[in-house]
């Protein structure tokens, strides 16, 4: 409705809550202004971002549109008298020239997306699993983002999880001064927490709730590429997808295989995507797509249209609850029933842009050579033929929209496979990343280390890329 804009309360909420508030009230949109998973505050990053009224991120042909017509501005008005009290939940009023009246409405930033993860998962079950008569013991890292009230609000006070195992759940502009990013590296005080054995389930969430990471006793990391085909493989565990069915199942590029291999023994569609959830959206939107997943610590399904951390938690627990084992012997028991993925990302952060851009370049031209194709790379008494080599290319089984240019592939002949992306939400030089997965189904093999199973294939990625010694590098940021 043109003139009523609806502002969580204290102008807090989260991007699944966002996805869920446009969709319940039939909004033409939403705008989040996020720094994401990347450092904010003041001298941090920060970014805005458009949803359209399916909840979803706007896709390219939006965005280029806006592009193109912000080129043509040549004055904005603003409203400086303009004093509205967020801390208030109701509506408000106002007389503004261009709207006249203008309403402005302050939600209860928790509540509409409690009420739908309610329709979705069992709550009596899960109240059953963290507050129980044999309750299992949860930590849970906000990380000072705006997920914290969530967490309070829905597994605390209304499933009954122990307050006390709910960290840094008081958001910050600045997120206390660390990097809102769920992984191995930024999260490390849940990691060493969850190592001591004192919890059972621990999980991390970024800055905006849409990214999560999932940690079992003893500090036993899943995977994101592992977690997203352990809820596909249990997925009736969750009484959603009882009612809709599995209409589909879908991941992005660099994403990992094993939801490939869930889907081939159950026969579901399974569609590879670039990166962004947008291309999830699509698929959403057309009924093809159920639950979907991305190496990026991003997992979710067509309840909304982003991707939803805490959703994805709630998943978990119910996989917990419903099968009554720790989260180590799920994934075991995955591992032994569908292979596993060994998958590793290497993080290059704050690259200078012009040496990452020409490692790219140079890389790309020496994969498409015609000689490539047929190479031998051998790494310790490890020895890969490429069978494949191109720049992922995606076509929209939807609209026909074609996405170039999404990543290089290296796939040899036993479906190990490298990729390079340049990437990056942050503002300072290039992100690039470097992703190694190979499939491995030999009872004795899957329980290893995957820095060790992956180390030949990543010595071949380095030498075949040169990324050290054209960037500059003697390392990764950041290691999944």
């Not at 202004?33 to 909840?55: C, E, M, Q, R, V």
């Not at 994403?255 to 990166?275: F, Q, R």
């Amino acid at each position: 409705m043109i003139g009523h804009l609806v502002i969580g309360q204290d102008g807090i909420m989260s991007t699944p809550a966002v996805s869920c508030v446009i969709r319940k009230l039939k909004a033409v949109g939403g705008i989040i202004l996020t720094a994401s998973h990347n450092p904010g505050g003041p001298n941090g990053d920060f970014g805005i971002k458009y949803n359209i009224a399916s909840g979803g991120p706007a896709p390219e042909g939006i965005t280029d549109k806006i592009f193109q017509i912000s080129k043509s501005i040549t004055e904005y008005h603003i409203c400086p008298d303009l004093k509205v009290d967020i801390s208030k939940i109701g509506k408000q009023t106002f007389n503004v020239d261009t709207f006249k009246p203008m309403t402005v409405e302050i939600v209860d930033s928790v509540e509409a997306y409690a009420e739908m993860l309610r329709g979705i998962f069992d709550f009596h079950a899960l109240k059953g699993l963290v507050s129980g008569s044999n309750h299992i013991k949860v930590r849970l890292d906000a990380m000072h983002g705006v997920v914290g009230p969530y967490v309070k609000k829905i597994v605390c006070e209304e499933l009954g999880a122990a307050a006390d195992g709910a960290f840094n759940c008081v958001p910050k502009e600045d997120f206390g001064g660390h990097h809102p990013d769920p992984n191995l590296t930024y999260a490390s005080d849940l990691v060493n927490a969850m190592k001591g054995g004192e919890y059972d389930l621990g999980a991390a969430f970024d800055g905006d709730g849409d990214r999560n990471m999932v940690l079992g006793k003893h500090g036993f990391f899943v995977n994101p590429s592992d977690s997203v085909a352990v809820i596909a493989a249990n997925i009736t565990c969750i009484p959603y997808f009882q009612k809709t069915g599995v209409k589909g199942l879908a991941r992005s590029m660099p994403t990992s295989g094993a939801l490939d291999n869930v889907a081939k023994a159950l026969k579901m569609n399974l569609y590879e995507t670039p990166t962004g959830w947008k291309f999830f959206g699509n698929l959403m939107d057309a009924g093809k797509l159920s639950l979907c997943g991305e190496e990026s610590f991003g997992t979710g399904s067509d309840h909304i249209r982003e991707k939803d951390g805490l959703w994805a938690v709630l998943a978990w627990m119910s996989i917990l609850a419903h099968r009554k084992q720790s989260v180590e012997e799920i994934m075991k028991d995955h591992w032994n029933k569908f292979g596993r993925n060994f998958f590793t990302r290497y993080d290059y952060e704050e690259v200078d842009s012009d040496k990452a851009n020409t490692m790219i370049k140079e890389l790309e031209a020496k994969m498409f050579d015609k000689s490539f194709v047929g190479q031998k790379f051998s790494s310790g008494d490890k020895s890969y033929e490429v069978a494949v080599s191109d720049n992922f290319a995606y076509t929209d089984p939807v609209d026909g929209s074609v996405s170039k240019n999404q990543g290089l592939r290296i796939v040899f002949s036993d479906g190990s496979r490298i990729i390079f992306r340049l990437s990056g939400t942050g503002s300072a030089g290039a992100t690039v990343r470097l992703y190694i997965d190979s499939y491995e189904k030999d009872p004795a093999k899957i329980y290893g280390d995957a820095q060790v199973m992956l180390k030949p294939l990543v010595e071949i990625a380095l030498k075949i890329s040169g990324l050290h010694e054209k960037t500059g590098r003697t390392g990764p940021t950041v290691i999944t």
